[in-house]
């Protein structure tokens, strides 16, 4: 399955000194509106990103997301509206300069065939006139940092790569400069499902070490409340139906849209983002303090996934014994109380609750 993606790294020259203004969105759209031949893809959009978040925009086809995208690195320009990268207005840079120093990543589109992974990976620092030795060492760095091995990646040709293989190839290219902002749109959409929720979570892990701002489209919501810190649910012409965290899209919809496009797997989705707490427990503690039994009865810990306590109960069906309840334990191993079915519900409500008085 091909998998490949474009990308435009930054040139590593960091984002203008008034932007790193403390508390300045790292991007901000401010009024943009974007028609195509008369036709309107967004609207009036306002949005700010906030310095190091990773923002998932999510939203039906044809509502304006790659649009909005491109629009930050003027692949496309607003028909009116203003696009700030720190405090820069866009259309006051370059845009070839504006590329590079915007980390771009799309789906479907290759690397270059007839460079190595390395090469691929050095495009950028080449084109600024690092020498040598200091590009090998970032390519070096980036291919450890996205999971391959340099000894036995760097020398290959991208059709000797697995799909998955050449988005880490791809990412770690988009990273070649360490650009302060980086643009994905679709970037695993064509990764199978298991090596897409590993690179979800690998990218998510490396995004939150290095502090880069990331705007990324998906269509898939579970990717978007998996690896976002906000989710921005968009309707047609790129209207901000709801900016929240991912609990807060699940457990409260804002709108009618966003409570179609979470849809029926909401428990579920609750169920993995959801942590077991102490008041959850059930009211009546079996024993606390008490060794507990062998693992082979299934205990859970506090801060444990919601889904996983369901999977602790779920054991015990068909078992000799099903007290319907699973022993808690502490950080130190101590037991503090059983989770139940109660113990869910009421985890649940709480989760319900909690965004619903914020
Ligand atoms: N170059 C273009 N010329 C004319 N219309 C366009 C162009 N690019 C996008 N559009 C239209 O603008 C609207 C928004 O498109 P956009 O690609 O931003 O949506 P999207 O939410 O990213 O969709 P998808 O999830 O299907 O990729 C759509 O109606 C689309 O047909």
């Given at each position: 399955m091909s998998s490949e993606h474009l990308v435009t790294p930054?040139?590593?020259?960091?984002?203008?000194?008034?932007?790193?203004?403390?508390?300045?969105?790292a991007i901000a759209f401010e009024g943009v509106r974007k028609e195509y031949a008369g036709a309107v893809a967004v609207d009036d959009l306002t949005l700010r990103v906030r310095r190091g978040e990773l923002l998932v925009l999510v939203g039906p086809?044809?509502?304006g997301k790659s649009t909005t995208l491109r629009m930050a690195n003027r692949l496309v320009e607003p028909s009116a509206g203003r696009i700030l990268l720190g405090e820069e207005d866009v259309t006051d840079v370059d845009p070839v300069a504006l590329r590079r120093r915007i980390g771009y990543v799309i789906q479907?589109?290759?690397?270059?065939?007839?460079?190595?992974v390395a090469q691929n990976v050095g495009t950028v620092p080449g084109l600024l006139g690092w020498d040598r030795a200091r590009t090998r060492a970032r390519v070096e760095e980036l291919l450890a940092l996205v999971g391959l091995d340099p000894a036995r990646y760097a020398r290959r040709w991208p059709h000797e790569l697995s799909g998955g293989e050449r988005q880490r190839v791809g990412v770690a290219r988009a990273l070649a400069t360490d650009p302060p902002v980086l643009l994905m749109d679709?970037?695993?959409?064509?990764?199978d499902p298991v090596g897409r929720a590993r690179l979800q979570q690998e990218f998510t892990r490396l995004q939150r070490e290095l502090g880069t701002t990331v705007m990324m489209v998906t269509h898939d919501i579970d990717e978007a409340v998996r690896m976002a810190d906000r989710v921005v649910v968009l309707s047609r012409g790129a209207r901000v139906e709801q900016l929240a965290t991912p609990l807060e899209v699940v457990a409260r919809p804002a709108t009618e849209a966003v409570a179609d496009l979470v849809g029926r797997g909401r428990t579920a989705r609750l169920l993995a983002l959801g942590r077991l707490e102490?008041?959850?427990?059930?009211?009546?503690?079996?024993?606390?303090?008490a060794p507990v039994r062998a693992p082979a009865d299934g205990v859970v810990r506090l801060g444990a996934e919601l889904g996983d306590v369901v999977g602790a109960l779920t054991q015990?069906?068909?078992?000799?014994?099903?007290?319907g309840a699973v022993p808690v334990l502490d950080d130190d191993g101590r037991a503090v109380g059983t989770a139940t079915a109660q113990t869910v519900l009421r985890a649940l409500h709480r989760l319900t609750a909690e965004r619903a008085a914020s």
């Open positions: 930054a040139t590593g020259s960091p984002a203008a000194a008034p932007s790193d203004v403390a508390g300045a969105p086809s044809g509502c479907h589109v290759g690397l270059f065939p007839h460079r190595t679709e970037p695993f959409g064509a990764v102490r008041a959850d427990l059930d009211p009546a503690p079996a024993a606390p303090g015990q069906i068909g078992g000799a014994t099903a007290p």
